[in-house]
């Protein structure tokens, strides 16, 4: 994506509202939405209600921040921004991540997720989640080969709080590309988790418990009987 700075045209075609790296995050983001929400039914069938409420909110904030991404769909349908709104939003759009304050933290907390994406499976080699949480070594530590994705924001992020807060053009549609990179990783992340999900065999949970005793009880007086009669 650098390198397409070459042709300023070609730059803002790839990188303008509504373009292709736009949308390519949008894609990204909902079908972590989707799959998020997958994720947490399946741990609700499973009996980690936990894990599933975790995943509920996470598939929440998936759909707002996919929303967020393309204005809530405002230029395809030719919204109007009421004029309160835009006085005070960036980029004068009915979204909130470009207001003020919450700009900075939207951009604090992608600078955070991009560090931990990019360390967390080094860090779980130590830790091992998954002695603590069913499955948490896979369902909430991203796989090596996505830690680059997540390094990539980090670095565009923390470069941008510290070095270049106040940038031109380039640097600033650049971000578009370093979102995208997010986007992919969580997107990636959150998919692979869900096929995986689809193949684990799930555990007995609690309530299933009294009907497979029941079953054996029934097992037992049926063969008492039989042995009795023969």
Request: charged fraction near 20%; proline fraction near 3%.
């Given at each position: ?47 980690y ?51 003020g ?9 992608m ?54 807060p ?52 029934k097992?037992s ?10």
């Amino acid at each position: 994506m650098a390198l397409a700075r070459i042709d300023i045209d070609l730059y803002r075609f790839f990188l303008r509202d509504d373009g292709p790296v736009e949308w390519a995050q949008f894609n990204a983001f909902a079908i972590a939405c989707i799959a998020g929400a997958g994720i947490a039914i399946r741990r609700f069938k499973a009996g980690y209600k936990w894990q599933g409420l975790l995943f509920v909110g996470f598939a929440l904030a998936m759909f707002f921040v996919s929303g967020e991404e393309i204005a809530w769909g405002q230029r395809l349908l030719g919204i109007e921004t009421p004029e309160e709104l835009a006085e005070i939003n960036k980029q004068e759009e009915i979204t909130l991540h470009n207001i003020g304050e919450i700009l900075t933290t939207f951009n604090m907390v992608m600078m955070v997720g991009g560090a931990f994406g990019s360390i967390a499976y080094l860090l779980n080699k130590k830790l091992r989640l998954g002695q603590y949480w069913d499955q948490a070594d896979y369902l909430f530590v991203p796989p090596f080969f996505l830690a680059s994705s997540f390094f990539f924001v980090f670095v565009y992020k923390f470069f941008r709080f510290t070095l270049w807060p106040d940038s031109g053009f380039t640097i600033t549609k650049y971000g578009e590309w370093a979102e995208f990179c997010l986007a992919f990783g969580i997107g990636a992340f959150i998919w692979l988790n869900y096929r995986r999900l689809s193949t684990v065999v799930p555990p007995v949970v609690w309530w299933r418990r009294p009907l497979n005793l029941i079953q054996k009880v029934k097992l037992s007086i049926n063969g008492f009987f039989n042995r009795n009669s023969n």
